[in-house]
């Protein structure tokens, strides 16, 4: 199927199954259809199956969209405690599509409970409440990954799979790789037959045949990725800085945060270190998974200013990590949203496309990790192949089995709607729009394009802010709501007393709220009267550093009202 027919079967408005080989041109299709939705009127969801994935569509987790979280199964509890939360409903409500990209990573079981939740929320009987679903991606791209004493399910083996009945899009044309003598490798490695002369071949690329490209180090184990990441840290000649993480609640709940965290307990960088994201934060510009590097530390309060790939400047303020049970936060970690990132695993790659890579296969151990990391270079004369095993290169039998199922069913679908003549497919579009409440545009009117970027930052954050603080929530509880670090908060609260969105009245009632406050305030007034309140690292100095930062700040605030 061309990508041309599966954008056309997608704008009909069934449920679509959106795969084909890496390079086929699967990102670029979807982003087509959200444009195309996007300028009709009709609202879309953006998410995947993990934040990295989710940065490639600027989109956010299919965990976080839907309320679900961590969580591996719902009580009723769980399930009336989501619906019972004004954003999720909203969202879930307001959507007419969901999109789920990498569905390769999703277990088959959160495919399940997702719809279980829209069922809920949208209260409709329909599969996932009646919304259009595409999923997107390459089953011979890495499993997901299955709880302690769980065994993983893919997402076509979800009860709600068959239900969905998804009408499969197989684009089989080529547009990343530029080498047949790759594509066929990879082709080999799709249908199980996988000879000695292909473990030649790669055994061959000992050097990247490219000048003046820093290649990305891939690994399959983590420790390994450390060990590199640290040599390249001390191999920088600036000065470091390291950042410790701070905890609280039950010690056993702590340490499970703290194995879950991509961020280090002791975090040490200095310029020039290569970093990568490791939490959400559209309002900052960043998402988990952003690449750049450390251009310095802000002259105010030490935080790291990162340049990303694209040549934003953002300073990364610490965040935090939080588990609730039945409704309260039993353990919390804080620690500045980052990790170093001259090296990364192949379950970090998915998705990219590298012009240069340095592969270590010695101790792939799962099906899929050779595959994944080989297609991550567009040509062998970008690709270094550091060493291999003899699993390097499997996949799981039941996935080649099931990838001649989608073809063949992908084949139909081109059948189908092949014998549609063009007016008759046009009306099943037009009827999918009306009914989600737009309208498509007239013939010869260009479509609206929007980067990934501007797609998260399509909600308002300060307004959203604002009317919750409005409401007579405590900065603590916005936070909560809107499920950001405490930090983020008080940014905003300064950024909206700067504007004068929010008047001295709701400042000092918001403050008063704060019953530890009152006496803190004192002593920073005290300070600032000296300091002044230019910056805001003279202050809490000044006070012996027993206020922290978001303290300073709202103090700042307020002296600036008085």
């Not at 969209?65 to 719902?74: F, T």
């Not at 046009?426 to 999918?432: G, I, N, Y």
Request: charged share 30%; glycine share 8%; with cysteine.
């Amino acid at each position: 199927m061309t990508q041309k027919e599966a954008l056309a079967i997608l704008k009909t408005g069934g449920n679509v199954f959106l795969t084909g080989e890496p390079g086929a041109g699967k990102t670029y299709v979807l982003n087509e259809y959200i444009e195309w939705l996007e300028a009709c009127g009709v609202d879309v969801a953006v998410t995947a199956s993990t934040g990295i994935a989710a940065t490639h569509i600027g989109g956010m987790t299919i965990h976080a969209w839907s309320g679900i979280g961590p969580r591996s199964e719902l009580s009723p509890y769980d399930l009336d405690q989501i619906a019972g939360r004004e954003r999720i409903v909203k969202r879930a409500k307001k959507a007419s599509v969901l999109v789920i990209d990498e569905i390769s990573m999703l277990d088959g079981r959160m495919l399940d409970l997702v719809d279980r939740v829209l069922r809920t929320v949208r209260q409709s009987t329909e599969p996932f409440g009646g919304l259009q679903v595409v999923l997107v991606g390459d089953f011979f791209q890495l499993p997901p990954i299955a709880g302690r004493g769980e065994v993983s399910r893919f997402a076509f083996e979800s009860n709600v799979w068959a239900s969905a009945r998804f009408l499969t899009c197989y684009i089989t044309e080529q547009y990343r790789h530029e080498d047949d003598l790759l594509l066929s490798l990879l082709s080999s490695i799709r249908k199980g037959d996988v000879e000695e002369e292909h473990y030649t071949l790669l055994g061959e690329q000992k050097e990247i045949a490219y000048e003046n490209i820093e290649p990305t180090r891939l690994f399959t184990h983590n420790k390994d990725v450390d060990a590199m990441n640290a040599g390249k840290l001390h191999e920088l000649s600036g000065t470091g800085k390291k950042f410790m993480m701070e905890s609280r609640g039950a010690k056993a709940v702590v340490e499970g945060l703290k194995k879950n965290c991509l961020s280090p307990e002791v975090l040490e960088l200095k310029p020039e270190a290569m970093v990568m994201c490791t939490k959400n934060n559209f309002e900052a510009g960043y998402v988990n998974g952003t690449l750049g590097r450390v251009l310095r530390f802000d002259a105010d309060d030490g935080h790291p200013v990162i340049e990303t790939t694209d040549g934003r400047e953002i300073t990364i303020a610490p965040t935090s990590w939080i588990l609730e049970e039945n409704g309260k936060p039993v353990a919390e970690i804080t620690q500045i949203p980052l990790r170093l990132a001259w090296a990364i695993t192949v379950h970090k790659s998915q998705g990219m496309s590298l012009d240069a890579a340095e592969i270590d296969l010695t101790n792939a151990f799962t099906y899929g990790q050779g595959y994944v990391a080989l297609s991550r270079v567009r040509t062998l004369a970008g690709m270094k192949v550091l060493g291999l095993n003899a699993n390097s290169l499997m996949v799981d039998p039941k996935i080649i089995r099931m990838d001649e199922r989608f073809r063949a069913e992908s084949d139909d679908a081109e059948e189908a709607f092949g014998e549609m003549d063009e007016e008759e497919l046009k009306k099943m579009q037009e009827q999918f729009v009306k009914t989600s409440g737009g309208t498509i545009p007239k013939e010869g009117e260009s479509l609206k394009k929007r980067t990934p970027g501007a797609r998260m930052k399509k909600e308002s954050t300060y307004e959203a802010t604002k009317q919750l603080i409005e409401k007579g929530l405590t900065a603590p509880q916005v936070a909560k709501e809107r499920s950001m670090a405490l930090s983020t908060i008080w940014g905003h609260v300064e950024k909206l007393a700067e504007d004068g969105t929010l008047s001295k009245e709701t400042l000092r009632a918001l403050a008063a709220k704060d019953l530890a406050f009152e006496d803190a305030y004192k002593e920073l007034k005290l300070a600032m009267d000296e300091a002044g309140t230019e910056k805001l690292k003279p202050i809490y100095e000044a006070c012996g550093e027993r206020y922290n930062y978001d303290q300073v700040r709202l103090a700042r605030i307020l002296y600036t009202l008085a």
